[in-house]
């Protein structure tokens, strides 16, 4: 059995706790289940469901006054007056009539304060960061339909920091503590905790548990407890592989000992768990199955939570996680606006450009989320390099806005899908994308000019056209990784084609992947077949 660790940190309120470890990494998100959010901005309503949500919000923190101690109150007292406060239902009310939705305008004008606060000089204004993070989700709770969650009571809560309304609606009798990797001791909850007697330290900096882990809190010598032992983790590794080069998998070969490359497309975050030790990585998560309604896009902490279960159960296998294509064929539920965007063309890449409060939210939640794997993010319907370049600054903004709000996050590489025919044709002058991926579905409709339904029947005509521009385009992306994650690279009858196209790395439905591993072994890497077979 591993020795206990002990962790030194601040001590933020005295006393001794232990029991299992709940790990919050962020303030609890929204729940995936939470309905559509409410009406687009441009509709009058707009500002009045932001109103009704504050309500809702302060009628909650009353309620969690009502028999709360003196010190509880004038917390709360505080951050209901920061909801009353017009200032910041101006801002949020400027933006709406700029045009931005409801949901976003309201998170985009309490980070704009979080943000301030937590570079203030002074460590008391840094503290009241985390009492507006509070509010922010609440009334995001609120404008959703889902309320902010609870943990499991006797237990030690374990996050970068903790919002005041967590800590006074959780039970406290049954015992339990608190550790934060930041914190502070002059914040709200330390407060309350002192006050309450509920052993707490601060400034553990980050270190690796398990929830449920035994663990233990010493408020007397500021220490924490890792029973079952752990690790304080340093700032992330450097991404030493070049972007798409795994180097995981069993050792796949065509007959003639070339190595390739086979991993899985993933819809549904749960589908991660059909990574085996056969598989290279994740060639393709569509991220837009797991962020379905403009509630969950305006969701960091959610999307985060979502990217990091992913990364973390493929270890050291790479993650291409594709950023939301949404447009065409496929909604978000709540972007009332998407038929109009999209009969203007606005799909994938362009449609985030054009709502770049939605591409914002996104990058942050990966940029974290890269600190926990081997994350490459990959940009959908790519038409033109400028794209690219604008996606990268949004990148290099938001990392520098985590580097100033002293979160853990780390720039991943950066590629693009290769589905558009005008991309395909002009591979080469995209030297912004570190990395290709072929999306033969919309190459094919785009190419063929039928419709994404009628693909199945056109495929096998329009794939000499398909295949050939293919290979045009895997000769013109020299010296960068390239793979496939269209259907086309799950059919067999097509595999020959693409191996003599010079594909090496293919990513399938994890359905397909036994017939094309076993196509694979009988072909040789120019796509002839194997002598014997
Ligand atoms: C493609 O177009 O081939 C692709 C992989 O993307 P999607 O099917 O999600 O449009
Ligand atoms: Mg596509």
Redesign the pocket.
């Known amino acids: 059995m591993a020795e206990p660790f002990r962790l030194n940190a601040k001590s933020a309120s005295p006393g001794v706790a232990s029991g299992p470890a709940f790990l919050a990494e962020e303030p609890k998100a929204v729940s995936a289940a939470a309905p559509d959010i409410p009406a687009a901005p441009q509709t009058p309503g707009g500002y009045g469901v932001l109103a009704d949500a504050i309500d809702v919000a302060i009628g909650e923190l009353e309620r969690l006054a009502e028999g709360a101690d003196a010190e509880s109150r004038d917390i709360i007292d505080f951050q209901i007056e920061v909801l009353g406060d017009p200032t910041i239902a101006e801002a949020t009310g400027a933006r709406i009539d700029a045009g931005e939705n409801v949901v976003f305008a309201w998170v985009a004008t309490l980070d704009a304060y979080i943000g301030a606060l937590e570079a203030a000089d002074e460590e008391q204004m840094r503290a009241r960061a985390v009492d507006i993070l509070d509010i922010k989700n609440r009334v995001l709770g609120a404008l959703t339909g889902t309320p902010v969650a609870d943990f499991p009571a006797g237990s030690i809560f374990i996050g970068r920091d903790m919002e005041p309304s967590r800590f006074l609606a959780h039970d406290w009798s049954k015992g339990g503590g608190i550790a934060l990797f930041s914190g502070s001791t002059a914040g709200h909850v330390a407060l309350l905790a002192r006050s309450k007697m509920v052993p707490m330290v601060v400034g553990t900096g980050r270190f690796s548990a398990a929830d449920g882990d035994p663990v233990g809190v010493d408020g007397d010598a500021g220490a924490v407890v890792l029973q079952a032992g752990g690790t304080p983790m340093p700032s992330p590794p450097p991404v030493e592989r070049p972007a798409g080069d795994a180097d995981t998998g069993e050792g796949l070969r065509t007959a003639d000992g070339v190595p390739i490359l086979l991993s899985i497309?993933i819809n549904d975050a749960a589908e991660i768990d059909a990574l085996d030790p056969a598989t290279a990585g994740v060639g393709?998560m569509?991220s837009e199955f797991s962020v379905l309604s403009l509630a969950d896009a305006a969701n960091e902490e959610r999307q985060l939570a979502i990217y990091r279960r992913v990364l973390e159960r493929a270890g050291e296998r790479p993650v291409t996680i594709?950023m939301l294509?949404i447009g065409g064929d496929?909604p978000l539920a709540g972007l009332d606006d998407l038929p109009a965007l999209s009969a203007s063309g606005l799909r994938g890449i362009r449609l985030l450009l054009a709502r770049p409060e939605i591409a914002r939210v996104q990058v942050r939640a990966l940029l974290r989320a890269s600190a926990f794997g081997r994350l490459l993010v990959m940009l959908?319907m790519v038409t033109f390099p400028d794209e690219i370049d604008a996606m990268r600054q949004i990148f290099r903004d938001e990392a520098a806005q985590l580097t100033r709000r002293a979160l853990l996050h780390r720039m991943p590489p950066i590629g693009m899908?290769v589905?558009v025919p005008a991309a395909a044709l002009m591979l080469d002058t995209f030297e912004a994308a570190e990395f290709f991926?072929?999306?033969?579905?919309?190459?094919t409709?785009y190419l063929a000019a039928c419709t994404r339904d009628g693909i199945e029947a056109d495929s096998d005509k329009a794939a000499p056209a398909v295949l050939r521009l293919l290979a045009q385009a895997v000769k013109l992306a020299v010296r960068k990784p390239v793979s496939i994650?269209?259907?086309m690279a799950g059919d067999p009858s097509y595999l020959p084609a693409l191996l003599a196209a010079g594909l090496r790395h293919f990513s399938v439905a994890p359905a397909r992947r036994p017939a094309i591993r076993s196509a694979i072994i009988g072909l040789n890497a120019d796509g002839t077949r194997a002598a014997g077979e």
């Open positions: 497309n393709l569509r594709r294509d496929k959908p899908m589905e991926s072929f999306g033969t579905n919309d190459l409709q994650c269209g259907d």
